[in-house]
């Protein structure tokens, strides 16, 4: 039996990604997809209003590459698919940029005007942006079936600034959804079972699920506390979360402050705590010691996120 291992063309994470779609766009063009026509984006209707649309009409105007917006009609359906299918006659890349049945749709898309796709995820709720199936609904929201694709999607890109935006909940299904894949993987490979990819599971399908567990285990709570800050944030320098709550429960033992109202500042403004952020990241100061940069961002996500994680850790002694 053939062991398969099956994932995205490309995937690429980081802050501020939404901007360099066009990049992307190109990139895609540069691999072999001879893409000369323009992108033919799906989102979602909320999205429209959002400051990324600037962003993203900046990066193709840049370019002088042809793009259109064009906003999900609300269902993953035959009728939907059909009337984007319709209208991509003057593109040759489908865009979705959104939830899941917009994903879907755009996947959908896809498939039937053979033509590649890029997915940008608006909310990190599940691997499905990553998958090749897209799930089709009846007009009235029903099950209708699941489409098998012919491949996982060219492009996933996820923009952290934006996730960090989306509502809690999602990140935390999210971690749900990603930490029982590790378990079906493993019973999958145990009991030999033939995936959805055609074949068995392969050892560098389970390394990878066992690794997600792992930085789940490690960065899954500050990661969830980062984004109900609302900010995007590298975890706390992504040490090891063992180390976090020692180094915070011996600072609490030696009644150290960890929090902002340890510091008589309880009530400190966003606006005072990005102030300081700045100034710590001034030239002339030490930040510049640092191995990696640093921005005021970063210092105003690791201060948001340290002061949350620091409530949930009882002193030592």
């Known amino acids: 039996m053939s062991k398969i291992i099956c994932s995205p063309g490309e995937y690429i994470q980081g802050k501020g990604e939404m901007k360099r779609l066009a990049d992307y766009y190109e990139s895609a063009d ?19 209003t959002e400051q990324y649309k600037k962003q993203i009409t900046e990066s193709f105007q840049k370019k002088n590459i042809t793009f259109s917006f064009n906003v999900f009609g ?14 991509m006659d003057k593109y040759d890349m489908v865009i979705g940029i959104g939830g899941g ?21 608006t909310a990190a709720s599940s691997d499905a942006p990553c998958s090749r199936l897209a799930v089709i609904y009846k007009e009235d929201g029903t099950f209708e079936k699941y489409l098998p694709l012919r491949s996982n999607p060219d492009m996933v890109i996820m923009d952290t600034e934006v996730i960090a935006k989306a509502p809690v909940r999602f990140l935390v299904a999210g971690i749900g959804d990603a930490l029982a894949t590790c378990y079906e993987a493993e019973a999958c490979e145990q009991s030999g ?17 066992q690794l997600c567990r792992e930085i789940l285990f490690e960065d899954g709570l500050k990661a969830k506390i980062a984004v109900e800050e609302n900010v995007s944030s590298k975890a706390v320098e992504n040490r090891p979360f063992e180390e976090i709550v020692m180094l915070i429960s011996f600072c609490k033992s030696l009644g150290l402050p960890t929090t902002f109202k340890d510091l008589n500042l309880s ?37 948001k996120t340290a002061n949350r994680l620091a409530s949930f850790v009882p002193q030592m002694y």
Do not use: W
Request: with cysteine; hydrophobic share 45%; aromatic share 8%.
């Open 101 to 121: 049945k917009t994903l879907d749709t755009a996947k959908a898309v896809s498939f039937y005007a053979h033509m590649p796709v890029m997915i940008v995820p």
């Open 267 to 303: 009530d400190v403004r966003d606006e005072a705590l990005m102030s300081a952020a700045q100034a710590s990241c001034d030239k002339d100061d030490t930040m510049g010691n640092m191995p990696f940069t640093v921005t005021p961002e970063d210092v105003f996500a690791a201060m």
């Open 193 to 209: 079972i033939v995936t959805m990819a055609g074949g068995q599971s392969t050892r560098a399908a389970i390394a990878l699920s």
């Open 30 to 48: 540069r691999k072999g997809l001879f893409l000369v026509k323009g992108a033919y984006m799906i989102v979602d209707s909320f999205f429209s």
């Open 74 to 87: 609300g269902e993953c359906c035959m009728k939907e698919i059909e009337k984007h299918k319709n209208n």
